[in-house]
């Protein structure tokens, strides 16, 4: 088979110039026009439907607004899970749908069936919030926010109408939400002693300043011939006015300045943010999906510096910024790439010792790396760090090529041709071994683009560009690289050192090796088959992971409070732990924001580590557990960068008290596993309720029923909802007019007791003769996963061990193996993402070697010699999984993508042996002569690539940089198996060919018999 299209290159050199020069310009063009972000452009097929209601319980939210909801969402089609989170006033429902299904239709379905199921909920909740989930809507930036002589109130209102809208004007910016701080309100609290002589109730003094302080529609007239619009305007933007309002009450009125106390003040305050103990006002800034994060940055850190210079009392603090990895990422990926080609180069030129040579071979390099940047803005890809890390993991590949090529082209020349005869044939005569190596990675990176689940889209992106810039690396190799190599390289009589490799010792002890096995092919196999088992054992002691644990410089401390826990309580639970912190010298900064999640009993503490400390984050992780664990009244457990624990274990079924039993017994038998450390229950326990049981007779005899009750209750602790409530306008700032009872009121039992309650007469009379109220324990947090109730059992991996290990040992407890009736283990969260995962490169795998066979037998035009390739894929085994272990990684994700890179890397080498064989025979070489010819011939470019290629990931296996705990496995992994997989292949590949060989000659006798062959005549044109 003769490809002639490097013949045609250099025949016809400028047309492939033009080619590249334009290539060059795009992919520059292209390059600097691509977005630079933290994660890849992905689809989180997710909506949430969010439904408040001021002061329910969580197991009223359950049973009135989760469950029904669930249900109704469960009838939408492309649904795959159902989970809820139901806490104190909220309910949080998110539907997971099947991967590529169309979102917006599917948020439609979701808010219709919402919309359906509204006359099942109660009256008093708020307007349901049904919204996709958009991954890149996660906050890039943290600042805190504090102000000399500002109160809470006015920072809050600095944050929100003037701050927020300035970062809001950047392009880029998303969304601005505030942590911490106040809202501003107009106060009505009521005086209980007053109500009572007088016979109010705090829902009718709601309801009489919600009817009154309002604007309304009042038609049209058409008074002196002229038409008028009728206006009601009943709202005031004075609070004196306030004061005023008349209450009517059993055929009377009262004036609400006799019953309350009316004010401009604040809400009450159900979340704080503190910086280093100080109280501040916080705020996230996210960004919209398409744009660069570092771009959004520019412009936020520009806009900070206006608004401190336009108000000099106002200083910003970042605390946060996920851009900064992004930008140390891109940074030190840029340098590993520049170190990955210089050391490529170099090692080109200690082969072929022709610095002319050696330029044809790095322009490879560069030229293949451009172009691709062309194929990723046409992708709408970006540089993230799943493309940045298929960038640095490739560089070693791009010159692969080329230096087949010219080392093709070089060997003619050292036999006396001229450059150009020597590139006019070697380079075609070599095409199809080229062809073949660069498909075969492409046939193995393909399907990893197409590996299933959330998790696999993040790998779609660094499939395609692997697969393009290889492919790239072809189209220069093919056309370029001879080009360069006829005109540039210099003719043999002009040189002064020409290598004479046949007679250097290693060659020299190579082939003595190679005769012997040859001789001996039997015990060869044998050998080759204890080098698998070696390799498996290997794979079967390597610790399994998800991901390399990073070094990202903070880390988050989840706050869960005891039971009951008020805001006094958490305020000196979180500043005890924060001086705990701050002693400690590696912190540099501590933030903690309670409460913003809507739920007074948890938090978030963000430590900030110094740059120049001595420990890992990791290792800092677990010094500081202990000392956590000390704090009393308290729960401070350490989390993951994304906010979620290292190991957990969830357990789901519609039987409560099943599920609280084994729970129980799983916490306590996970406190023995050595995996894992500080395991917990999630959720936390139950919090104190207050019943209030209405008594059958006397409510009915008085018309008193439970809503009544209930309305009474809310308006009068914490007020109604904000769509019941009055609003005061200021500006263009509408303020709630809440109402409630004093704070020191909600605290006396008899207070709340002695509420007065409308009766069927119109008068009232007290709570306690209608109800009877009690304490009991219920749940502060209820978590649902499929329309079941879930809880778990959360834990830290110690350090040095692995996800894989920890979740081997919990499976091996007896509780698991014996889980009670109704109860079951539910994946999700990393557990159910490395099943994912791991099954995905499985798939992957085997797709991939199955799409290498199918290239190699289309090029080869035979299914026997293919065998032979792909039989010495298991020799790269043994070197991966020993650099492994040597070097103490696990198999985790990135180690799992080195070994799928090794399957198209390692099929290079017995690709050029193999080709070469088989044109050697089919010039009449005996079979033995073609082998030994093949390995004489092809050994230094094997090595040379192998070489090259290793040298071009050494600066990523040395694990320099920000986030080289991510790539430094998976280049590890490529580089030990790439050195054994060389070392074995130039001795087992010539072995197995001669086995596959003699079958083959075997079984073409036999296989003929049963074929009918063809007639004289049979190939004559057909005539119509």
């Known amino acids: 088979m003769s490809f002639q299209i490097s013949a045609w290159s250099i025949r016809n050199p400028i047309p492939v110039v033009s080619l590249f020069i334009l290539l060059t310009i795009a992919g520059i063009v292209a390059y600097v026009g691509l977005p630079i972000k933290q994660f890849p452009n992905v689809n989180v097929p997710v909506v949430q439907v969010t439904v408040t209601q001021s002061g329910a319980a969580p197991s009223e939210m359950e049973n009135q607004i989760t469950r029904p909801i669930e249900n109704a969402l469960s009838t939408v089609s492309g649904v795959k899970h159902i989970s809820s989170t139901v806490v104190l006033g909220s309910s949080i429902t998110n539907v997971e749908f099947e991967l590529h299904n169309d979102m917006q239709k599917a948020t439609d379905d979701v808010r219709t069936a919402v919309e359906r199921t509204r006359v099942q909920l109660p009256p008093g909740i708020d307007p349901p919030l049904v919204q996709r989930l958009d991954i890149d809507n996660a906050p890039i930036l943290t600042y805190a926010v504090s102000a000399r002589g500002m109160s809470g109130a006015d920072l809050s209102r600095f944050v929100d109408n003037v701050a927020a809208r300035a970062f809001q004007a950047q392009d880029g910016v998303a969304q601005v939400n505030r942590i911490g701080g106040v809202t501003r309100e107009i106060n009505v609290i009521l005086d209980p002693e007053r109500m009572a002589a007088l016979g109010v109730t705090p829902p009718q003094i709601n309801n009489a300043l919600f009817a009154f302080n309002t604007d309304e529609a009042g038609g049209r007239a058409d008074i002196g011939q002229v038409e008028q619009t009728i206006r009601v305007l009943g709202a005031t933007n004075d609070v004196d006015r306030l004061r005023n309002v008349t209450i009517p009450v059993a055929g009377r009125y009262v004036r609400l300045s006799d019953i309350a106390e009316i004010g401009d003040g604040e809400s009450e305050q159900r979340s704080f943010a503190r910086l280093d103990g100080r109280p501040v006002t916080a705020l996230q800034i996210s960004k919209t999906s398409d744009v660069s994060d570092i771009s959004v940055e520019d412009k936020v850190i520009a806009t900070v510096e206006r608004l401190e210079a336009e108000h000099p009392g106002v200083d910003f603090t970042r605390l946060v910024s996920t851009v900064d990895s992004t930008r140390r990422t891109f940074s030190s990926t840029q340098h590993v790439l520049v170190e990955g080609i210089f050391l490529a180069v170099l090692i080109v030129y200690l082969f072929l010792r022709n610095w002319r040579a050696t330029i044809i071979a790095a322009v490879a390099m560069p030229l293949s790396l451009i172009p691709t940047f062309v194929f990723m803005a046409a992708m709408g890809f970006s540089l993230n760090s799943i493309t940045l890390l298929a960038l640095t993991l490739v560089i070693g590949i791009l010159v692969d090529d080329a230096i087949v090529e010219v080392e093709n082209i070089e060997k003619r020349i050292e036999a006396g041709e001229s450059p150009y005869r020597a590139a006019l044939i070697g380079a075609d005569a070599i095409g199809l071994a080229v062809i073949a190596t660069t498909f075969t990675i492409v046939a193995v990176f393909a399907p990893v683009s197409l590996i299933p689940g959330q998790a696999g889209q993040f790998f779609r992106e660094f499939g395609l560009t692997v697969a393009a810039a290889v492919l790239f690396s072809l189209v220069v190799a093919r056309l370029l690289t001879p080009l360069m190599a006829a005109y540039f390289l210099t003719p043999l009589h002009d040189r002064k050192h020409v290598p004479d490799k046949e007679h250097s010792a290693l060659y020299v002890h190579y082939t003595r090796i190679l005769d012997w096995m040859l001789a001996h092919r039997w015990t060869a196999m044998a050998i080759g088959a204890g080098i698998l088992v070696v390799s498996a054992l290997m794979a079967l002691s390597t610790p399994v992971g998800f991901q390399p644990v990073g070094n990202p410089g903070y880390l988050y401390i989840a706050v869960q409070g005891a039971p009951g826990a008020t805001r006094a309580d958490m305020e000196q639970s979180v500043g005890q732990a924060t001086r705990l912190l701050l002693k400690e010298p590696a912190v540099e900064t501590v933030f903690a924001q309670v409460g913003s999640s809507g739920d007074m009993g948890t938090g978030t503490i963000t430590v900030l580590l110094k740059e120049d400390r001595e420990i890992s984050t990791d290792d800092f992780r677990q010094i500081i557990g202990p000392a956590l664990r000390a704090v009393p009244d308290v729960r401070l457990s350490n989390q993951g960068a994304f906010g979620s624990a290292g190991v957990n274990i969830v357990l789901s079924g519609e039987d409560g008290q099943a599920l609280e039993r084994t729970q129980t017994a799983l916490l306590r038998q996970m406190r ?164 994912e995962l791991f099954g995905g490169f499985m798939i992957a795998i085997a797709a991939g070697i199955g799409l290498t066979f199918s290239v190699l037998v289309l090029l080869f035009k035979g299914y026997f010699k293919p065998v032979v390739i792909l039989a010495a894929l298991p020799l790269s085994l043994l070197g991966a999984f020993a650099t492994l272990l040597i070097f103490g990684k696990t198999l985790d994700l990135p180690a799992m993508i080195g070994l799928l890179m090794l399957l198209g890397l390692c099929a290079k080498n017995s690709i050029l042996l193999v080709e070469f064989a088989i044109e050697d025979e089919r010039r009449g070489v005996p079979m033995g002569g073609a082998l030994r010819n093949s390995c004489r011939e092809r050994a230094r470019p094997i090595v040379m690539t192998t070489v090259a290629m290793a040298a071009g990931m050494l600066p990523t296996a040395l694990g320099l940089g920000e986030g080289a705990e991510f790539r430094q496995p998976m280049a590890l992994a490529v580089i030990g198996g790439l050195i054994s997989s060389t070392a074995l292949s130039l001795i087992f590949v010539p072995v197995i060919y001669e086995i596959v060989d003699g079958f083959e000659r075997w079984l073409a006798p036999k296989a003929a018999r049963l074929v009918t062959p063809r007639q004289p005549g049979d190939e004559d044109p057909v005539i119509t």
């Open 672 to 835: 023995g596993v050595k995996s894992i450390s500080d395991p917990r229950p999630s959720p936390p326990p139950a919090g104190p309720e207050l019943i209030v049981t209405p008594r059958p007779a006397e409510a009915a005899r008085l018309n008193v029923d439970s809503r009544t009750l209930a309305q009474v209750l809310r308006v009068a602790t914490i007020g109604d909802i904000d769509a019941n409530v009055a609003k005061l306008s200021d500006g263009d700032e509408r303020v709630p007019i809440r109402v409630r009872l004093p704070e020191g009121s909600r605290q006396d039992l008899s207070v709340i007791s002695g509420l007065r309650v409308p009766t069927i007469d119109g008068s009232t009379t007290p709570l306690s003769a209608v109800a009877d109220i009690t304490f009991r324990a219920g749940p502060g947090k209820i978590i649902r996963y499929d329309r079941e109730r879930r809880v778990s059992v959360e834990a830290d991996l110690v350090s040095g061990r692995t996800l894989g290990q920890a979740l081997e040992e919990i499976a091996a407890l007896p509780v698991m193996k014996d889980l009670p009736k109704g109860v079951k283990q539910a994946r999700e969260g990393d557990s159910e993402a490395i099943q």
